[in-house]
């Protein structure tokens, strides 16, 4: 069976703490230098959307291991999709290039559609206001890392949760956690969307809506700050009135209980100011370097369990 990554609800608990032990594992790897584990492993990063970190962990991840990769950051613009080319005729002519497909698209559905049709692994960097379910798995880890555990944690999810797709992904990765409690902290204008509180609900998941923000971060042993998606509003105007609403600084972190951690899957768009960044709590820039070890356990499970 091809190991696809397409949807955070594809991942179970003990899937989950498989994965951790060898992110460990790959951490290990790169203090000690490289691998030759993915030797003669070929990935194709093909993205349709913007991408400085997914693209380049995915890509440092390979080449930690030894595999080799070719890309293009513009497949809109560079690839054949220019001239009409079907998604799932790109992906089957690349699938024959190469070993494993990492797929970053505007549309949500995308890395599905691609998995349909590949002879080769998918992961899904990003389906358009869907999911990142990648994000999603370096974030937990970077809670474990941070916090030493998951189970029994107040999260708060500020910003963009109608189109932030990590906030989607990471709802659903921790609905395998047990006593966690969620706090939605966004304006009305960008709600969590019912799928996501529905499934929360079925899994039994302790959710709440709190629009303050000084309230959650007195409460949250994690604030995910998240950026407004600006590409994904139907207007400016709609756009303008949630901008800026949410902002950490240090005055908020002040708020935060000591043992507390500030995450973003970046990149940021002035929702957490500068000078918050020296502070131990902003645990954001820890994350995004986790997203290397995250990657290439991902990587080795697609190439190696076929
Ligand atoms: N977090 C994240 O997906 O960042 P990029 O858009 O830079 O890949």
Known sequence: MIYHVISAMQFDRSKLDDLFEEVRDMEGIVRKGRSTLLSGEIMACLFFEPSTRTRFSFESAMHRLGGRVISTDNASQFSSAIKG????????????????IVIRHNEIGSASRAAAVANVPILNAGDGAGEHPTQALLDIYTIYRELGNVEGITIAMIGDLAYGRTVHSLSY??????????????PPETPIPASITDYLTEKG???EYEPDLASAAKRADILYQTRVQKERFPSP???????????IDQEIVDLMQPHARILHPLPRAGEIAIAVDEDPKAAYFRQ???GVYVRMALLERCLRTN
């Open 85 to 100: 080319e079907t998604l799932e005729d790109t992906i089957r002519v690349v699938a024959s290039y190469v070993d494993v």
């Open 173 to 186: 990765l921790l609905a395998n956690y047990r006593d966690v409690r969620i706090l939605f902290t966004g």
């Open 205 to 207: 998941v302790r959710f």
């Open 237 to 247: 105007e709609q756009y303008e009135k949630v901008r800026g609403l949410y902002l």
């Open 288 to 290: 995004a370097e986790n």
